[in-house]
């Protein structure tokens, strides 16, 4: 028995003719002065209460208040730090995960930045390139001499090969296709356009029926969507 445990009415710790009980309210009492009170009233607080003797054959719950309390500090404290250990070790290696995670996605970032930072700078190359043609152009423009009817002329053989789709003459051709043409489109007059885009302008390509459906193409369309029984 512990040094602290003795008899809450008498001061005397247990002895050989005297056993020392725990009430149900929390007092300690010995068998002595139990005799002395009432019958299932405690001798302390006078309140209604029940004995139970301390011995080994005690509850579990009555043992556990009077046991060893470094006994007790080590048994929790082995489980607490198990708990703490397992814890912590699953904690570890979600932190590695979020941690690899980031690094990729630093690592994408860096990358992403480099491309960016490539785009822009040719980016800025092409704005200043394409400065430098327009600006150009505009030169090549104004220097150039007043567009003659001879300097058309060889424009128009230049651009248009032998056997081109067009079957008008020439004289005839050009005023229109100079007249149709946007003021952006314009600063192009003094380089050669290729015979593709010649074409493009000529008014026939526009009436074209390339892109009327025939008749049996429109039954074929029907028929889909209608099926025949
Ligand atoms: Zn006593
Ligand atoms: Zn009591």
Same mark, same amino acid.
Request: charged fraction near 15%; hydrophobic fraction near 30%.
């Given at each position: @028995?512990?040094?602290? #445990?003795?008899?809450?009415?008498?001061? /005397?710790?247990?002895?050989?003719?005297?056993? !020392?009980? +725990?009430?149900?309210?929390?007092? +300690?009492?010995?068998?002595?002065?139990?005799?002395?009170?009432? *019958?299932?009233?405690?001798?302390?607080?006078?309140? *209604?209460?029940?004995?139970?003797? !301390? $011995?080994?054959?005690?509850?579990?719950?009555?043992?556990?208040?009077? $046991?060893?309390?470094?006994? +007790?500090?080590?048994?929790?404290?082995?489980?607490? &730090?198990? #708990?703490?250990?397992?814890?912590?070790?699953? *904690?570890?290696? /979600?932190?590695?995960?979020?941690?690899?995670?980031?690094?990729?996605?630093?690592?994408?970032?860096?990358?992403?930045?480099?491309? @960016? *930072?490539?785009?822009?700078?040719? /980016?800025?190359?092409?704005?200043?390139?394409?400065?430098?043609?327009?600006? $150009? !152009?505009?030169?090549?423009?104004?220097?150039?001499?007043?567009?003659?009817?001879?300097?058309?002329?060889?424009?128009?053989?230049? #651009?248009?090969?032998?056997?081109?789709?067009?079957?008008?003459?020439?004289?005839?051709? @050009?005023?229109?296709?100079?007249?149709?043409?946007?003021?952006?489109?314009?600063?192009?007059?003094?380089?050669?356009?290729?015979?593709? !885009?010649?074409?493009?302008?000529?008014?026939?390509?526009?009436?074209?029926?390339?892109?009327?459906?025939?008749?049996?193409?429109?039954? &074929? @369309? &029907?028929? /889909? +969507?209608?099926?025949?029984?």
């Amino acid at each position: @028995m512990s040094f602290w #445990v003795y008899c809450n009415s008498c001061f /005397l710790s247990a002895a050989a003719d005297r056993q !020392l009980a +725990v009430t149900t309210c929390g007092h +300690v009492i010995c068998s002595v002065c139990y005799q002395k009170g009432k *019958q299932k009233n405690c001798l302390i607080c006078s309140s *209604q209460c029940q004995i139970s003797p !301390l $011995s080994d054959k005690s509850s579990s719950e009555v043992k556990t208040l009077f $046991s060893d309390i470094n006994v +007790v500090t080590t048994k929790h404290l082995t489980e607490i &730090s198990k #708990v703490i250990s397992f814890q912590s070790r699953h *904690q570890r290696k /979600l932190l590695t995960h979020y941690k690899k995670r980031n690094e990729k996605l630093e690592e994408t970032f860096v990358k992403m930045k480099q491309e @960016m *930072q490539n785009m822009a700078k040719k /980016l800025n190359e092409q704005s200043v390139y394409i400065a430098k043609m327009e600006k $150009s !152009l505009q030169h090549q423009s104004a220097m150039a001499p007043p567009v003659s009817q001879m300097s058309r002329a060889s424009y128009s053989a230049h #651009v248009q090969k032998p056997g081109a789709v067009s079957s008008r003459p020439s004289s005839q051709n @050009m005023p229109g296709f100079h007249s149709s043409q946007s003021p952006s489109v314009s600063r192009f007059q003094g380089a050669p356009l290729t015979p593709e !885009l010649s074409a493009f302008n000529h008014r026939s390509a526009w009436t074209s029926p390339i892109f009327k459906p025939s008749s049996s193409f429109r039954g &074929s @369309m &029907s028929s /889909l +969507v209608c099926p025949s029984p």
